[in-house]
């Protein structure tokens, strides 16, 4: 069996020149995982910040918030779909994923917008692998905020990153294995089995609630309302 061809390739060692280039590539997929679920902001990037820090990212209703710090490497690669589809993953110190953000609008446009950034060329990653479905996943604050059509804020927290969107849910339903909420502006998808229950807290008057999986464990992922707008 021969080796896959790689198109993947590591970038200059400083992450946050880098990401100040995002804004340059267009219209973008970047998804952040936590434990389970993926939460998505689509289109373009408005501005790249450095703040405390931390390289922010703003697009109309998402923010993302990188901590460089704990930025290991960033690299480029692509996928084919229907289209070439190349993208940057943004990984730690262990190589992990931290964030990802898929170009949408062609490989010459992402390529102009790395243009001068050193790049070496590195081994085609692995398959990533997929873990057996479970059951539905519990989807109380999900459901309550499309039916009560209020502005909510969902928010995917791992180390290094804060990924957040805000908007009214509009389309909330369970599909070949993953609960989604999809968006013109943000998908999100969690894996069956990934959340057990979510737990409510009161935080500054608003009603907080945070994914928790059969562990009891909070996996990174909550959802924020006006106190008392979501019947859960």
Do not use: C, Y
């Not at 996943?137 to 995917?156: H, M, R, S």
């Amino acid at each position: 069996m021969t080796d896959p061809v790689s198109h993947r390739q590591a970038l200059a060692p400083e992450p946050f020149a880098v990401l100040s280039r995002v804004p340059a590539i267009g219209n973008l997929i970047l998804g952040v995982r936590a434990d389970g679920a993926l939460l998505e902001g689509l289109g373009a990037i408005d501005s790249v910040e450095m703040e405390d820090g931390f390289a922010v990212l703003r697009g109309p209703a998402r923010e993302t918030r990188l901590d460089l710090s704990k930025i290991g490497s960033i690299v480029a690669d692509q996928m084919v779909m229907k289209n070439v589809l190349p993208f940057l993953e943004i990984l730690d110190t262990d190589g992990k994923a931290i964030a990802k953000l898929t170009a949408l609008d062609g490989l010459e446009r992402f390529d102009a917008a790395l243009e001068g950034i050193e790049r070496l060329p590195l081994d085609a990653a692995p398959p990533a692998a997929r873990p057996d479905p479970g059951d539905e996943p519990a989807d109380g604050p999900l459901k309550a905020a499309e039916a009560a059509a209020e502005p909510v804020t969902l928010q995917a927290v791992k180390n290094g990153v804060v990924h957040r969107w805000s908007g009214t849910l509009t389309s909330v339903s369970f599909s070949h294995g993953f609960l989604n909420a999809m968006q013109p502006d943000m998908h999100l998808h969690i894996r069956a089995g990934a959340i057990a229950s979510w737990k409510k807290e009161s935080v500054d008057g608003s009603d907080v609630f945070s994914a928790i999986d059969g562990h009891g464990k909070a996996i990174g992922l909550t959802l924020k309302a006006e106190a008392g707008a979501l019947a859960v």
